[in-house]
């Protein structure tokens, strides 16, 4: 029988009301004696980290869940992480840089309302959870969430209330569940390298959200603080023009650091080629795009690329003495 570590860190799944509100507050083991069925699919252990609402996981929490899977990979079959449902795209795609090529599963998974509730989704996801976590031909990182498994890096919360609470975006479910039985839709071929884990992540990266009018006051502390900088821009991507020079300026003195243009918009990303507002910006300054990738994606895999690479992987030269294209 599959041998499956239980990682319990918190969030809606492990909470119990209080009067301020509901907080976690349940026992892994607590949590399991409400799916005693599992116990047909594999053996647990259990172990609790940490136990927050996941508004307050950072990537120091990402790096003790990267520890833990570590420190314990040839013991285990496979690995199921409970976790808060407000930052858990952010934590599955964190894990996916963080921990590379793992043929044995890691499954994250939570719920909208607390396991110790009668009517919850919080039993099935954690029974569905332990099920693909001890299938055997499950692998690398995905949430497992209300019948849909989604590859870690694709996940989007667009549901604050719903059982059906993640999207997975611009890429299909890996599998679903049903009635405990695994319909997997993409058959994955088994990793070639071996397992790699990455324990540091540099969280100096800030995600600047583009509004209509948008002031350039703050560009320079911004530039100045962080290492890498994630424009969530409008549409396929553009800065625009109330903000233009001085990001251009900034850019310009700032060449060594990471700038990516990403965008507010859930589906089919960026193309900063099609309009003026992206294209002339690309050209002139050395700017990545995040084309499909998710916010929480580009955020996770920024903190990544700060802490495992150098500017010189990222750095393109770029003439910076061209003057805009429609005012010479
Ligand atoms: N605030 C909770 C959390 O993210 C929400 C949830 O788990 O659904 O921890």
Redesign the pocket.
């Known amino acids: 029988m599959k041998h499956i570590l239980f990682i319990a860190t ?4 492990a ?1 119990k009301k209080t009067e301020n509100g ?1 907080t ?1 507050q349940i026992k892994p083991e607590e949590m399991l004696s409400y799916i005693p069925s599992v116990s047909d699919y594999c053996e647990i252990t259990a172990i609790q980290p940490f136990n ?6 950072t990537p120091e929490n990402w790096k003790a869940i990267v520890q833990i899977i570590k420190q314990n990979y040839f013991d285990f079959d496979g690995f199921v992480i409970a ?6 795209a952010y934590t599955a795609a964190a894990l996916s840089y963080m921990v590379q090529n793992s043929s044995r599963p890691i499954v994250i998974t ?3 309302k607390p396991i110790n509730l009668d009517v919850t989704d919080a039993r099935t996801n954690l029974l569905d959870s332990f099920i693909y976590a001890s299938a055997n031909d499950s692998q690398g990182v995905q949430i497992v969430f209300d019948g849909k498994v989604i590859a870690g890096t694709r996940a989007k919360k667009v549901r604050s209330k719903s059982y059906n ?1 993640f999207s997975s975006i611009d890429f299909p479910s890996l599998a679903v569940i049903q009635d405990r039985r695994i319909m997997r839709y993409i058959s994955m071929l088994p990793y070639k390298d071996p397992v790699r884990f990455y324990e540091n992540m540099n969280d100096n990266v800030f995600l600047l959200k583009l509004l209509p009018g948008i002031k350039p006051d703050l560009l320079s502390f911004i530039f100045d603080r962080y290492d890498a900088i994630i424009v969530e821009s409008f549409g396929v991507g553009g800065i625009p023009v109330s903000i233009r020079d001085a990001f251009f300026a900034l850019c310009k003195e700032n060449p060594e650091k990471l700038i990516i243009m990403a965008t507010q918009v859930a589906h089919e990303g960026s193309d900063m080629t099609v309009y003026e507002v992206g294209n002339t910006i690309k050209k002139m300054c050395n700017i990545l795009e995040s084309y499909d990738m998710t916010p929480e994606a580009v955020c996770a895999k920024a903190m990544w690329i700060l802490a495992n690479s150098t500017s010189a992987d990222f750095y393109r030269p770029i003439n910076y003495d061209t003057i805009w294209p429609n005012e010479n």
């Open positions: 918190g969030g809606t799944i909470s509901l976690p927050l609402d996941s508004t307050n996981v976790h808060g449902t407000d930052t858990m939570g719920s909208q609470a």
